[in-house]
């Protein structure tokens, strides 16, 4: 009885020992499961991320260089084996060995280190030069492109960072769950878990280093750059104020030109050679501050000049021309010019003369009455005719006057002498202001020219011609208005020998002798005393 009751005791006693030890078990589960689920997340949080996937694929070139390897002993043993079956399995392993190196051959840079080449510093390239202020641009580009990627690469180690924060809180995790149940499988998951967490911890120090020194790089060429940016804004600036003062410069002498030159004619050529001057100063004050070597420039247009002084022959002609039509004075703005191209005449004022080519504007002259009936037209005179064509200036110097002449035919029984004296009469009245001003305007001229005749009358000749007697009147007149003065002298003499009986203006005819008898001429002797009352 006694004994009976010790047993009761004793499985009494096992079974809630039994109980008490399945309770411990029952809560180490539920404790584990919930450390495999955060390790599960954590699986999940970084399971896009590229250091991650990078290494993923560094361990899946070991394993396929592993799974290579066993299948090229297999297919070594089964080399020579002539068996059907064999051979067979012989052509599955070739065809295995060919998809594993293709496989490899994909995946080779991840031969040695998974993290080569991100963990190398971005190769910063050659910073630019600044020679000039238009290179500051691509200088500023350059420094936002390289602080840009310092960015990058910063924000690809953080992500580092973030992978080994979670790779540790992993190990931390399987650690605990080998502890509480320290088993086979638990340890080598702590094991692969160390592993690679001593990978990623190896890459972020390399990372770190040369983040370092791709930040020391980055800071060290952003200072030059910005140096050379400031030093060529400084230089800008001085060059800037230079052209400044050469611009003042020229409005000053432009106004002192404007203030003192009242010449219209010769105060636009003043204007003109100062604008030549101040922009060829400023050209060569930019060439010799932006070219850094002049002599190698020199050299060049020394061995090139040759071949553009042929292949551009008539510039450089209208440019020389240019500088003997401004230096020699031959032409000015608004002389009246006379020019000849290809058997046509060409009368116009000169409204421009620039560095290649003179502008004229055509103007209604006895050249456009006679033979082109055409007027107004701009006309674009090269300045290296002043070389080759004869050009007729109509108001060189002081000149602003031109003989104009007018023959008219009278019949040669008309008394010519009297009409000689009448065109000689209306020719001083009309032409009379002109030829004063002539007078005056040829007796300045003397102090620059030898003239020899400088007699400005009016002359009148007379010409035994087919058509009959010619009556030719030569007047000064406005070499700006010829057709003005030369129409009305004109009229005027036609009705002067219209009220005449005794003169008869001639045109083409034909005279039909029908009889022997001769007309008996008139008496056109002229007395010694000749005047307008012996005449008339």
């Known amino acids: 009885m006694f004994k009976k009751i010790l047993w009761l005791i004793f499985v009494t006693c096992n079974l809630f020992a039994a109980d008490a030890s399945s309770s411990v078990k029952l809560e180490d589960s539920i404790k584990i499961e919930a450390l495999r689920q955060r390790t599960t997340a954590i699986d999940e949080a970084i399971q896009d991320n590229l250091w991650f996937k990078r290494y993923g694929n560094y361990l899946s070139y070991q394993k396929l260089i592993e799974e290579l390897s066993t299948v090229d002993a297999e297919v070594k043993k089964i080399k020579n084996a002539k068996d059907k079956v064999t051979i067979e399995k012989r052509e599955r392993l070739v065809s295995k060995q060919e998809s594993l190196e293709k496989q490899i051959e994909l995946l080779q840079e991840f031969k040695n280190s998974p993290f080569s080449r991100m963990v190398e510093s971005v190769e910063l390239e050659s910073y630019p030069r600044i020679t000039n202020p238009f290179a500051i641009i691509s200088a500023l580009s350059y420094i936002k492109k390289i602080k840009q990627d310092s960015m990058d690469y910063r924000a690809r180690i953080d992500r580092?960072?973030?992978?080994?924060?979670?790779?540790?809180?992993?190990?931390?995790?399987?650690?605990?769950?080998?502890?509480?149940?320290?088993?086979?499988?638990?340890?080598?998951?702590?094991?692969?878990?160390?592993?690679?967490?001593?990978?990623?911890?190896?890459?972020?120090?390399?990372?770190?280093?040369?983040?370092?020194?791709?930040?020391?790089?980055?800071?060290?060429?952003?200072?030059?750059?910005?140096?050379?940016?400031?030093?060529?804004?400084?230089?800008?600036?001085?060059?800037?104020?230079?052209?400044?003062?050469?611009?003042?410069?020229?409005?000053?002498?432009?106004?002192?030109?404007?203030?003192?030159?009242?010449?219209?004619?010769?105060?636009?050529?003043?204007?003109?050679?100062i604008n030549f001057v101040n922009v060829t100063l400023i050209i060569?004050?930019?060439?010799?501050?932006?070219?850094?070597?002049?002599?190698?420039?020199?050299?060049?247009?020394?061995?090139?000049?040759?071949?553009?002084?042929?292949?551009?022959?008539?510039?450089?002609?209208?440019?020389?021309?240019?500088?003997?039509?401004?230096?020699?004075?031959?032409?000015?703005?608004?002389?009246?010019?006379?020019?000849?191209?290809?058997?046509?005449l060409y009368v116009g004022d000169i409204i421009d003369i620039s560095l290649l080519r003179m502008t004229l504007f055509e103007d209604v002259t006895i050249s456009t009455y006679r033979d082109n009936r055409r007027a107004g037209r701009v006309i674009f005179v090269p300045n290296n005719y002043v070389f080759t064509s004869l050009i007729s200036n109509y108001?060189?110097?002081?000149?602003?006057?031109?003989?104009?002449?007018?023959?008219?035919?009278?019949?040669?029984?008309?008394?010519?002498?009297?009409?000689?004296?009448?065109?000689r009469e209306i020719t001083k009245k009309y032409a009379k202001g002109y030829t004063d001003i002539a007078r005056k305007q040829l007796n300045l001229l003397r102090n620059q020219y030898s003239l020899k005749n400088t007699n400005v009358e009016p002359r009148v000749f007379s010409f035994v011609e087919p058509q009959g007697f010619c009556i030719s009147s030569w007047y000064m007149t406005n070499s700006y208005a010829t057709l003005t003065l030369r129409s009305t002298i004109s009229s005027e003499i036609i009705d002067a020998f219209n009220q005449e009986d005794d003169i008869t203006i001639a045109y083409h005819t034909q005279n039909i002798n029908l009889g022997s008898q001769k007309k008996r001429m008139p008496n056109l002797e002229t007395p010694k005393s000749f005047d307008e009352k012996s005449l008339f």
């Open 160 to 273: 580092l960072d973030f992978l080994v924060g979670k790779l540790k809180e992993k190990l931390s995790l399987i650690e605990e769950i080998y502890q509480i149940e320290p088993i086979i499988t638990n340890e080598d998951m702590v094991y692969e878990a160390q592993k690679e967490l001593n990978a990623f911890i190896a890459a972020q120090e390399i990372a770190s280093t040369s983040y370092s020194l791709h930040v020391k790089k980055v800071e060290e060429a952003t200072i030059r750059v910005t140096q050379d940016i400031t030093l060529q804004m400084k230089r800008a600036f001085n060059i800037g104020i230079f052209i400044v003062v050469v611009i003042v410069f020229t409005l000053l002498l432009k106004f002192v030109a404007k203030r003192y030159i009242k010449d219209n004619d010769r105060f636009y050529t003043a204007n003109k050679i």
């Open 395 to 423: 108001t060189h110097g002081t000149i602003r006057t031109v003989w104009d002449g007018i023959d008219i035919f009278i019949t040669f029984d008309s008394n010519h002498k009297k009409a000689v004296y009448l065109a």
């Open 284 to 344: 060569l004050i930019l060439l010799f501050s932006y070219i850094e070597n002049v002599s190698y420039l020199v050299t060049v247009l020394g061995f090139a000049s040759a071949g553009i002084a042929i292949a551009m022959k008539d510039w450089f002609m209208s440019i020389l021309g240019w500088m003997v039509i401004i230096f020699g004075g031959s032409f000015h703005v608004g002389d009246r010019i006379k020019v000849q191209k290809d058997g046509l």
